[in-house]
């Protein structure tokens, strides 16, 4: 026998005669409330998903006689109307605006978390300060001067008129989330750069683009679905037919389907399937850039 395993039998008998219990390897009990409330949440999350997709399978007819939830007369019928009735245009616009707002948010937020992070000037603390701000004014508030400022500038009834301000109201949370991303990055990355001979552009460009995507993809995720879903702007600034995005364009098939509901959730399914690819794109990127700043 040797020296380690007689010393591990004279430990075995010491703890034997001392009476002392035997150490087993600890096991993590199930967490019963954390299943359950999963459970739940999947339930109320997948039950309206599953009506929704059913019901837009299905007949008017069908749906009215049978009610919501029979497997019968399922069919794409509705798809294909939903698509002749301009959904295609209201789409299309859509995609612009959400487009230009996210390369118009990128565009300015990053460099303005760039200025806040490297920033020690009082003024660039200030700044930031009034930035914070911008979260405790909702757009309803300020619809009024917003459409007054839009006139003023000529902008009125054009997709510039929902770009901007859907922009500007996506701009104070793209800036908080790019500096708790920039602020990830050591010191000595920046120092170490600059003692190379390396210019603000330079540093912006090798340095910060490539560390911050994760906030980066956060960031365009968010103001794309905003600009996305948006529907206050687009019914205040704008009223021409041609002009119209897809939430508001789904008022009008409501309108049209007084009574067809699976043809209006035929449209709301269409109009879905963009965003949920966006997050599926993304979704990691999403979550490390959510929790970027949170360690320190």
Do not use: C
């Not at 997948?46 to 399922?74: C, F, H, I, K, M």
């Not at 006139?151 to 901007?164: F, G, K, M, P």
């Not at 206050?232 to 002009?243: G, H, I, W």
């Amino acid at each position: 026998m040797s020296a380690a395993s007689r010393t591990r039998h004279r430990r075995t008998d010491r703890g034997a005669v001392l009476g002392l219990p035997r150490r087993t390897p600890t096991s993590k009990s199930p967490n019963i409330l954390a299943g359950l409330g999963s459970v739940i949440w999947l339930a109320l999350v997948a039950v309206p998903l599953y009506y929704l997709v059913l019901t837009s399978l299905r007949g008017e007819d069908n749906y009215l006689s049978q009610g919501a939830l029979a497997w019968s007369g399922l069919t794409l019928g509705n798809y294909g109307d939903a698509l002749r009735l301009g959904f295609l245009g209201y789409a299309l616009n859509s995609i612009v605006v959400t487009g230009a707002t996210i390369l118009l948010v990128l565009g300015l937020a990053l460099p303005a978390a760039y200025a806040i992070v490297r920033g020690e000037s009082r003024a660039v603390r200030i700044a930031f300060q009034v930035i914070l701000l911008g979260l405790a004014i909702p757009a309803q508030a300020v619809i009024v001067p917003v459409y007054l400022i839009i006139t003023r500038l000529n902008l009125y009834d054009s997709l510039v008129a929902i770009i901007l301000p859907t922009a500007a109201f996506s701009l104070p949370i793209a800036i908080i989330v790019l500096t708790s991303t920039l602020r990830d990055v050591p010191k000595e990355l920046y120092e170490s750069m600059t003692v190379d001979g390396a210019g603000t552009a330079t540093i912006f460009a090798r340095l910060v683009l490539p560390l911050a995507r994760p906030g980066v993809i956060t960031v365009g995720i968010f103001a794309g679905i905003g600009a996305w879903n948006g529907f206050l702007f687009p019914l205040v600034l704008t009223q021409s037919e041609e002009l119209r995005v897809l939430p508001l364009g789904l008022s009008t098939f409501q309108s049209q389907y007084t009574t067809n509901v699976p043809g209006l959730m035929a449209a709301v399914v269409l109009s879905a399937l963009p965003i949920f690819a966006l997050y599926l794109f993304g979704r990691r990127q999403l979550l490390s850039g959510l929790t970027a700043g949170f360690g320190k």
